[in-house]
């Protein structure tokens, strides 16, 4: 199984992080290709960086079409999800979907401990378009400014405990959700500090998506997900219109032009 395991920021740093996890949470069978989107901006906090994340995102797909089982959209908020479900045929997997799965078969009520404050209303959104908002305890967030993305957990890691211990305690957490590809791994060194289950995100998308990849349940042909209409469409890269070709019309091998 080969999963294509893309980082949405321009942080080689979280990168990096996100490769290492990843990596400790595979399967022995499964063979990782980590990407650090393209273009867009350090950390993603916002709905617009999201948007423009979205598109850098679908541009690694495309360029790996083909060529992978299963992609793993590495950063909290799942940038460009659902609907890059449309673009290929393998199983695309966020690590926000996969977090509130995990965490929804481990207990009742779950909470986020986010690494910014600016970033839990849409992270609200996220999990009320997955129908969980009923089973979210609470978002808690660091409230005090970043020194650097890719030393968050070295910064913030107390606070972060705290944070997740208050959600425990006075929100009635059954599930902490350590939320962010920056946080990558840190559930592993402070799972023994909180008297939850701690849920990692790229480790639930790694998990997940091997999962799904191994059920082989089929493609969407048909239905909310098949692959949008054939119509005229400009100014794309090759890499996406031939990935837009490719799965509109799958014996095809070359793009569509202004078809």
């Known amino acids: 199984m080969k999963l294509l395991v893309i980082n949405p920021n321009i942080s080689e740093d979280v990168t990096s992080l996100i490769r290492a996890e990843a990596e400790r949470s595979a399967g022995p069978a499964t063979e990782l290709v980590v990407e650090t989107a393209p273009y867009g901006v350090e950390y993603i906090e916002t709905r617009l960086e999201s948007l423009i994340a979205a598109g850098a995102v679908a541009e690694v797909i495309a360029a790996h079409a083909g ?4 992609v793993v959209v590495a950063a909290f908020g799942d940038p460009g999800m659902p609907a890059l479900k449309e673009l290929v045929d393998v199983p695309v997997i966020g690590i926000t979907e996969a977090a509130l ?10 909470s986020i401990i986010a690494i910014s404050d600016r970033i839990t209303a849409w992270y609200r959104e996220c999990v009320e378009g997955f129908g969980l908002a009923g089973r979210l305890a609470s978002i808690r967030s660091i409230k005090e400014a970043l020194g650097g993305i890719g030393t968050v957990q070295e910064d913030f890691g107390p606070t972060l405990v705290a944070l997740a211990k ?15 590809a920056p946080l990558a ?26 999962a799904v990849v191994g059920l082989a349940s089929g493609t969407h042909r048909d239905g909310a997900f098949a692959a949008p209409p054939l119509k005229r469409r400009a100014g794309l890269s090759p890499a996406l219109d031939l990935a837009l070709t490719l799965t509109q019309n799958p014996s095809s091998a070359t793009p569509e032009g202004g078809k």
């Open 67 to 70: 060529t992978v089982d299963g």
């Open 101 to 110: 799965c995990a965490a929804a078969l481990q207990g009742h009520r779950f």
């Open 166 to 180: 208050q959600a425990v305690e006075e929100d009635g957490a059954d599930v902490i959700i350590l939320a962010g």
């Open 185 to 210: 791994g840190l559930a592993r060194e402070v799972s023994h500090q909180i008297p939850v289950p701690v849920v990692d995100g790229i480790g639930s998308g790694i998990r997940m998506a091997e």
